[in-house]
Every structure is written in structure tokens, then in C-alpha cells.
């Protein structure tokens, strides 16, 4: 199995890259006349910080399994979104530096340099695209757009990102200080990128269907859980070899007509065996409705095993929190578990609980706990997953380490209550699967 990079080891390495970037930028600076040789100078470096930047980003969302499985695949997304606001400040900023900086060297203003830079120097126009086609991407990417369209139109769009970074790329090339006169930055600059596209062809394309061939994964049946929920049993060979843990997720492509082309991620429900792994998805939009409706046989591309949200193997009793359809990794978590373990599941109604049975007859073979928490808060009067509550259906809480899985808003409130609860932060582990 491949070494795990884990967030720190992954962080010094990003920082490490970016103080080389500067170090280029000095050895490539010979002096800095005047107040618009400072600007065109900072400008510079925001350029090629930026450059930088836009590979760390594609880079922490190439799906290579030892980061995601050492970091998380919910903290690379958040990295990965701050770090897309940092690049469009950078950029940004170097288009602003840049033109005031040779506006002022020219003793023009800077509109009228503006237009000298688009009108003169082709690769400053393309750039310019590949910087509007970035903040379109920004755009689809803010929280209050992004709610309003579907996981597949978000995620498509994102696609334009390869566009502005080869157009990007062209023009650091064509005018970047740090390139003209070195062979060597050329050299090395370029096998950043090829080395992160070679990375992301590997694991994103190559392993996939590496993975399909090797384990000829197929839909073996399709069972109604809940009104709104199914699971889907997924065959295969050689599975163990997969190395999946509970906890974990992979990305699936259901090989029909329709579904196709899209890619979602769903959590393990079950303990996989050497040929047989359960997902189950609840139904709140078309692909899992399509999903419910998957005959036998359907050939599956299976992406993963993803996601650090595994359980640790200490001596301390486990708290299992789960809301809603956030059961299913805690199913697969509850089975494997060994020592004392207590299962709190919150839903609104009977008819959104899932794996009733199965979670009784774990907790019965294994002298485990289940507390079903269900009704609104209206009916409780309270919230039922305040720091009180918590304390009363696992006594001994704070010497706990608590997995929590749920929708957004229940986690968020469920991490304070904890918190209030006497249990240590770095013992709440809980994953979100947000897009």
C-alpha cells in the first residue's frame, strides 16, 4: 500500500514549493528601478505565485488515494476552495501590479496601457480570457449559486479550469521574466505541470478503469430500504484487494444509458467482503432516482476507496452519531467496531430510519447500544442533540471518540454540543460530503 501524506507533511511541502517560486523570482530580478519597478516587480511575483497556485489546486483534487486517504476527502475540498480564492486575489493583483507598473514605467496612464497590453501582446489577451473564465468558475463555486444548480452542471464547469491554466501557461512562457532567459526555469516549470497532469491522468482516468478490469465491478441488486432510500449491491473479484475500510467511500459510474457520464460519491453501508460491497443512496434528486431503477448486470466504474473518516483502533468507547442517511457509514463503522460502542441515530420520522433491523441485531450479538432519536424539535421541546442529551444517552461522553455523519446543519450543531460536552475536538471525527 502507498505511504500516506498527511496534512502536515502535505502543507510544508505546498509552502516549500512556494518558497522556491519566490527564490525564482529573485534569482531572475536583476533590479527594481523606481516605483514602477517595485509594482512591476510585485506583479511578478503574484504572477508566478499564481501559476503556482493554480497546480496545487488541481493537484489536491486529483483524487490520488494516499493524500485523500491521509487528509480527507472534505478537508482537501475546503483547502481546495480557499485556495481557489486566494488564486483569484493573485491573479488579480498581478494583472493590476502589472499594468500600473508598466503604465507609470511609460509615463502613460493606466487605461491606455491596458489597451496597449490586449491590443500588442496576443498571450496578455488570452491570459486575460483565462482570468474571466477563473472568476466564472469562482461564481458557479459560491455557496448561495451553487445550491441553486445541480451536481453535474457544477461540476462540468469546472472543466473550463484546464482551459484558463493552458491558456495561463502560455503566457507566463511568453512574457514571465523569470522564463525568457532561462532554459532551465523553462524546464523545470514545465515538469510541474506535466508532472500534476500526468497525476491526475494517472489516478482520474488510468486507475479506474485499471481497477474495472481487474474487478469487473457489476450491480448484483437493488433493495428498498425506506420509502426514500435503496441500497445497491455492487459484485465484483479480488474486492479485498481494494483495501477498503468502513467509514470510506468510492466514486460510481453506473455504466447505462443516462448515468453514464456522471460520477457521485456514496459511502460503504456494509463491511465489504472479497465479492460484494453495499452502497445505499438516498433518493433527493434524478441520478438517485435513476439509481433506484439499476437492473442487474450493469457494469460499474468504481473510483476509491476514498475519505479518512475511519475508525482508530484505541481502547477508548465509541460514539456513533448519525442524522438522516448519514446511518451509512456508520452502519459499516458499527459492524467492524470491536469494545464498547453507542449508536445514536436522529431522524425526523420512523420512515427516514434505515438498517433498523440490522442495527438491532448488531447491537444484540455484540452487547453494543442503539438510541433512535426521532421526532422535530417541536416535539422534544429542546434540541434533542444538545450537550445534556448527549451526556444522558452515553454517559462517560467525554472519554469518547464520537464519528459523526449527517446533513450540515445537524453536524454543525452536533460538533458544539460535543465541544460543550467536555469532549476534546481532536476526538470528534466526521467527514461532510458537500459539493
Known amino acids: 500500500m502507498a505511504t500516506a501524506v498527511g496534512p502536515r507533511a502535505l502543507l510544508t511541502a505546498i509552502a516549500a514549493g512556494a518558497a522556491a517560486v519566490l527564490v525564482l523570482w529573485w534569482h531572475s530580478t536583476l533590479s527594481l528601478a523606481g516605483f514602477g519597478g517595485w509594482l512591476t516587480g510585485a506583479g511578478e511575483i503574484l504572477g508566478l505565485l499564481a501559476g503556482y497556485s493554480v497546480v496545487v489546486l488541481v493537484l489536491l483534487m486529483a483524487r490520488i488515494r494516499p493524500i485523500e486517504r491521509a487528509v480527507g476527502a472534505d478537508r482537501l475540498a475546503r483547502w481546495h476552495a480557499m485556495g481557489g480564492r486566494y488564486v483569484i486575489g493573485l491573479i488579480s493583483g498581478h494583472a493590476l501590479a502589472i499594468t500600473w507598473g508598466y503604465a507609470v514605467t511609460a509615463h502613460t496612464n493606466p487605461v491606455s496601457e491596458t489597451a496597449t497590453l490586449l491590443t500588442t501582446y496576443p498571450d496578455v489577451l488570452m491570459a486575460t480570457v483565462a482570468w474571466f473564465l477563473l472568476l466564472g468558475v ?229 452487547g453494543a447500544t442503539v438510541h433512535y432519536v426521532v421526532g422535530s424539535r417541536r416535539d422534544f421541546g429542546a434540541d434533542p442533540l444538545s450537550a445534556t442529551a448527549l451526556r444522558q444517552l452515553a454517559p462517560g461522553l467525554h472519554r469518547m471518540d464520537v464519528y459523526l455523519c449527517g446533513p450540515p446543519g445537524m453536524t454543525g450543531s452536533a460538533v458544539a454540543a460535543l465541544t460543550e460536552a467536555g469532549v476534546p475536538r481532536r476526538r470528534i471525527h466526521y467527514e461532510s460530503f458537500e459539493f
Open 138 to 366: 469562482a461564481l458557479v463555486s459560491a455557496r448561495a449559486v451553487r445550491r441553486r444548480m445541480s451536481y453535474e452542471t457544477w461540476y462540468y464547469l469546472h472543466f473550463y479550469t484546464y482551459l484558463a491554466i493552458a491558456l495561463a501557461f502560455s503566457h507566463q512562457f511568453a512574457v514571465g521574466a523569470a522564463f525568457t532567459g532561462s532554459l532551465i526555469a523553462r524546464f523545470w516549470w514545465s515538469a510541474l505541470y506535466l508532472i500534476v497532469a500526468a497525476l491526475v491522468l494517472w489516478y482520474r482516468v488510468a486507475v479506474p478503469f485499471r481497477d474495472f478490469a481487474r474487478h469487473q465491478f457489476r450491480v448484483a441488486g437493488v433493495r428498498q430500504e425506506s420509502p426514500h432510500t435503496v441500497s445497491i449491491y455492487i459484485k465484483g473479484r479480488h474486492l479485498k484487494e481494494l483495501a477498503a475500510e468502513p467509514g470510506q467511500f468510492f466514486r460510481w459510474r453506473f455504466l447505462t444509458r443516462g448515468l453514464w457520464w456522471q460520477s457521485h460519491p456514496y459511502s460503504l453501508s456494509a463491511v465489504p467482503s472479497d465479492e460484494l460491497m453495499r452502497i445505499t443512496v438516498q433518493g433527493t434528486g434524478d441520478h438517485s432516482a435513476a439509481v433506484a431503477r439499476l437492473a442487474p448486470g450493469t457494469r460499474v466504474l468504481a473510483e476509491g476507496p476514498f475519505g479518512a473518516f475511519t475508525p482508530l483502533r484505541t481502547n477508548r468507547s465509541v460514539l456513533l452519531l448519525a442524522g438522516g442517511v448519514g446511518i451509512t457509514p456508520l452502519r459499516a463503522m458499527f459492524a467492524a467496531l470491536s469494545g464498547t460502542v453507542t449508536l445514536i441515530y436522529r431522524a425526523s420520522t420512523w420512515q427516514d430510519i434505515v438498517f433498523q433491523s440490522e442495527l438491532d441485531a448488531i447491537a444484540e450479538a455484540r
